[in-house]
């Protein structure tokens, strides 16, 4: 089964510009759209990112999401302190009727 | 405006069957377009795909969850299910019902259900 590889943790200011990487060890993960999550303290995920740079409705574009080869970022840029939260990067492992298989999840503080 | 909601009992017995149930709203589950999925999260850790199902009946498991994984659903109840059989403490965790659109990710989920494991 595919694993995807986050950081543990990020931090960044208030106003800065936060980067969050995903990569996969599954040479299906370069062929296979990623997705975002964010999971406020206490609440259900929600979708962030579709289709690698896709934004739902209502998603504020200082998300953005990007994808090369067999890595993906989260970008969040004028960073706020309601962006303080988990992120989860998520991919199929195989076809889009495969397992879904998340990252390891990444903990950002914003200082 | 779509909404799942989770249910069943917040503690079940080691070896013991865990029955969930997520009743839907503000659409159909016979819609051909989505999927319905179950995802858990043990406290402070990531959250972990279990499975989903199919309008049809047709599901895919996690397979290191797939031996004691079964899920189903009654679109005239507007309702899936989960059952996890044999669970241990390992099994403890909040489990999220979530709505999967084709390529489109999981964009519609409850607000979690707490399950604890323990005699």
């Known amino acids: 089964q595919s694993v995807l590889n986050q950081p543990p943790s990020a931090s960044a200011t208030p106003g800065q510009r936060v980067t969050i990487s995903c990569s996969g060890i599954?040479?299906?993960?370069?062929?296979?759209?990623v997705y975002w999550y964010q999971q406020l303290p206490g609440t259900a995920p929600k979708l962030l990112i579709h289709r690698n740079n896709q934004r739902p409705s209502g998603v504020p574009d200082r998300f953005s999401g990007s994808k090369s080869g067999t890595s993906a970022s989260l970008a969040i840029s004028g960073l706020r302190s309601e962006d303080e939260a988990d992120y989860y990067c998520?991919?199929?492992?195989?076809?889009?009727?495969?397992?879904?298989?998340f990252g390891g999840g990444t903990k950002l503080t914003v200082l | 405006q779509v909404q799942l909601q989770e249910s069943g009992p917040g503690l079940v017995k080691p070896s013991q069957t865990l029955s969930l149930t997520c009743s839907v709203s503000g659409v159909s589950l016979n819609s051909g377009s989505y999927y319905w999925s179950w995802v858990r999260q043990p406290a402070g850790k990531a959250l972990e795909w279990i499975g989903r199902?199919?309008?049809?009946?047709?599901?895919n498991y996690n397979p290191s969850l797939k031996s004691r994984v079964t899920m189903s659903l009654d679109s005239s109840k507007k309702q899936f299910y989960l059952n996890l059989t044999s669970v241990t403490a390992a099994d403890t965790a909040v489990y999220y019902c979530?709505?999967?659109?084709?390529?489109?990710?999981?964009?519609?989920w409850g607000q979690g259900t707490t399950v604890s494991v323990s005699s």
């Open positions: 998520a991919t199929w492992d195989d076809s889009v009727s495969g397992p879904v298989i």
């Open positions: 199902v199919y309008t049809s009946g047709t599901t």
């Open positions: 979530a709505r999967e659109v084709f390529y489109f990710g999981l964009d519609v």
């Open positions: 599954n040479s299906n993960f370069g062929d296979n759209f």
